[in-house]
């Protein structure tokens, strides 16, 4: 059975601070399709990432990073020069090729503040 | 587009009443989701469908329902609500399943007491 961990529950940083937050995963797919998602204080669930099996290139888009690593089955999410902005829960999601229905599978999140 | 709209936003219920959380899309997508969001949990998928017509169940279905009778709406119904359903719902759609990002709904808040 597919199945994401996010071992980080909370982070606290400092504006400025760089960050990683960790996203392990399982599946026996050979295709599969990552996500992450971030979920700001106003509840709304904001798509930020996709990235397929076959493609590890890693992916920079401003501040963010994501750093995906088919050997250790992780696909860790990295924010440089944190911002107050950044402060919300973060979801990383793992979704099996195009299998019917219950493959949509969501980590427990990591709750990420930054102070001022 | 108004994406994915849910209503209502926020609803309380007394244990054994029954209501419909409604969902619908206008990007005419053929799939759609219910989760519900507790603390700790993650997203757990409730019941989804492929298309008009078609729905299964997901990983925590019991005390649910939905039907799909047009692409652009899916309504979720509590039978007989309990203080276990006290969470977030967030419906959600995407062109497919698997492959494509979902767009999520603003989510409803419901506390059964």
């Known amino acids: 059975a597919q199945k994401v961990t996010q071992a980080q529950t909370e982070i606290s940083v400092v504006e400025k601070e760089d960050v990683t937050l960790d996203c392990v995963y399982e599946?026996?797919?050979?295709?599969?399709?990552l996500f992450w998602y971030k979920q700001p204080p106003s509840g709304e669930l904001v798509f930020l990432i996709r990235?397929?099996?076959?493609?590890?290139q890693n992916e920079i888009s401003g501040r963010y990073s994501w750093n995906f690593q088919k050997s250790t089955s992780s696909f860790n999410f990295t924010i440089t020069a944190s911002q107050v902005v950044d402060s919300a829960v973060y979801f990383c999601a793992l979704s099996e090729g195009d299998n019917y229905g219950q493959n949509f599978v969501f980590g427990p999140g990591t709750r990420l503040s930054v102070l001022p | 587009n108004a994406g994915v709209t849910q209503t209502p936003k926020f609803q309380v219920l007394k244990t054994g009443q029954s209501m419909t959380l409604q969902c619908a899309q206008d990007m005419n997508h053929e799939y759609m989701s219910w989760y519900r969001q507790d603390p700790g949990m993650g997203l757990r998928l409730i019941h989804y469908s492929v298309g008009a017509g078609i729905t299964d169940q997901g990983e925590v279905p019991n005390g649910y329902n939905v039907s799909r009778s047009t692409t652009e709406d899916f309504p979720l119904r509590l039978l007989s609500a309990a203080p276990s359903q006290t969470s977030v719902y967030f419906c959600a759609s995407s062109y497919t399943q698997g492959a494509n990002q979902q767009y999520f709904g603003p989510g409803t808040r419901l506390t059964v007491t």
């Open positions: 599946t026996r797919d050979t295709t599969y399709y």
């Open positions: 990235r397929n099996s076959f493609d590890e």
